[in-house]
Each structure stands twice: as structure tokens, then as C-alpha cells.
């Protein structure tokens, strides 16, 4: 039977939920990346994704500004760099200088691709609105690259703290990550 459950809890329930890396490009050219876990493909023709951006993310800024962004989804190699760009904010720091990941020039939009990702697509920003405390970027896909690696080493996030893949789901690296304190 069902019962009544205070909201907070009740959306704990997603999990596991599917990762994306977002890359985007500020106006001084500086790469920046934000994984994230609020994201659906939202449209089929056009073929289009959606986004969930707190609203204090640098990343927010850049793409509401430059209108583009690539959505990578992360392979289980990835995990380490992709949660160091989980801690820390781009405003401050560069964030490349910091991992392993490597890039390669996407064809329509500036901000690059990421190797060894399961897949990635260019993304144009065909609309956006602010729900509550996150913004939401509608990015229609222009272009799609696929690497040849599988959902096996997808990575996705178990909880707030810890993310695996489905195959490895004991794989669990815990992290410290908040929004607030992202933004510092
Ligand atoms: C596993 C994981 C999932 C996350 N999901 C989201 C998300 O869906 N939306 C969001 O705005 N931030 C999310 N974050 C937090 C941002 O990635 C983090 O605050 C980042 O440092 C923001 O960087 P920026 O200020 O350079 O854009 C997540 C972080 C991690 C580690």
C-alpha cells in the first residue's frame, strides 16, 4: 500500500539516474565542464535535450550567454575527473588544467568534444526557462558521435554521493559535491 512520503525522500527513488558532461565555452575561450544528472531527451523531431542548470553555475552563465553546448555522456574511465568537475566551480578555476580528459573540435558549436565518452552531440539552444532554483536549456542536437563503448560502462548516479555504473554497480567512489558551495 502506498503511503504518504515527505517529497525529498520520495524523489531519492530516480536513482540510479543516468550522467551527462556538460561542456560548455566561456567568452575568454575557457572550457568548461558540469556533470550533471537532471537531463531527458525531451523532443524527436527535432531530436532535442534538456537540461536542469542551477541557476548560480557558471555554467549557467556561459550557456546562457553563448546559446550552445556540448552533452557528453560519460564513460566509467571518466568517474574521477568527472566528479572533480562536480566539486569545484569554473568561475574561478580552469578545470582542464586539473584532469585527464582530452578534447577534440566539435564541427558546429564551440565547445569541444569529449574522448573516450560514450557519446556526444552538439548542442544549439532553441529555448530556455527558469523552473524554481535551476534553469532549463532546450538544446536542439545538430551533430552526434558515438565511440564504440556501451552502457555497461555508462556511468550513472546511485545516490547525491556516489555513482557507479549499472554493470559495476558496486563500483561507488564517494564525493562531496554542493551547489552552494560550488559557487564560492
Ligand atoms: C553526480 C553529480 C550530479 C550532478 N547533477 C547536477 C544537476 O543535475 N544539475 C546541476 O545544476 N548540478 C549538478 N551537479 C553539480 C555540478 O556539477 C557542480 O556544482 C559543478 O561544480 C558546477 O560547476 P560550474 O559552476 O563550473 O558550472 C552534479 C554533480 C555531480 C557530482
Known amino acids: 500500500m502506498l503511503k504518504p512520503v515527505d517529497i525529498e525522500s520520495g524523489v531519492l527513488h530516480r536513482f540510479p539516474e543516468a550522467l551527462a558532461l556538460i561542456v560548455s565555452k566561456d567568452q575568454s575561450q ?4 558540469c556533470p550533471i544528472g537532471y537531463f531527458t531527451l525531451i523532443a524527436w523531431e527535432p531530436k532535442t535535450w534538456v537540461i536542469g542548470l542551477y541557476e548560480k553555475h557558471y555554467s549557467t552563465k556561459i550557456i546562457s550567454e553563448t546559446k550552445e553546448f556540448v552533452l557528453c555522456l560519460p564513460s566509467v574511465e571518466q568517474a574521477k575527473d568527472l566528479l572533480y568537475c562536480g566539486s569545484i566551480s ?3 578555476v580552469d578545470k582542464t588544467k586539473s584532469i585527464s580528459l582530452k578534447f577534440t573540435p566539435s564541427s558546429t558549436v564551440k565547445p569541444p568534444l569529449v574522448e573516450d565518452s560514450i557519446a556526444c552531440f552538439e548542442c544549439k539552444v532553441v529555448q530556455q526557462r527558469v523552473i524554481g532554483d535551476h534553469v532549463a ?5 545538430v551533430m552526434a558521435y558515438e565511440s564504440g563503448k556501451n552502457w555497461r560502462q555508462k556511468l550513472y548516479n546511485w545516490d547525491n554521493k556516489k555513482i ?3 554493470a559495476l554497480g558496486d563500483k561507488f567512489n564517494e564525493i562531496s ?5 560550488a559557487i564560492e
Open 177 to 181: 559535491f554542493s551547489p552552494e558551495g
Open 30 to 33: 575557457k572550457i568548461n565542464l
Open 137 to 141: 536549456f532546450f538544446g536542439q542536437i
Open 90 to 92: 569554473g568561475r574561478k
Open 164 to 166: 557507479g555504473t549499472i
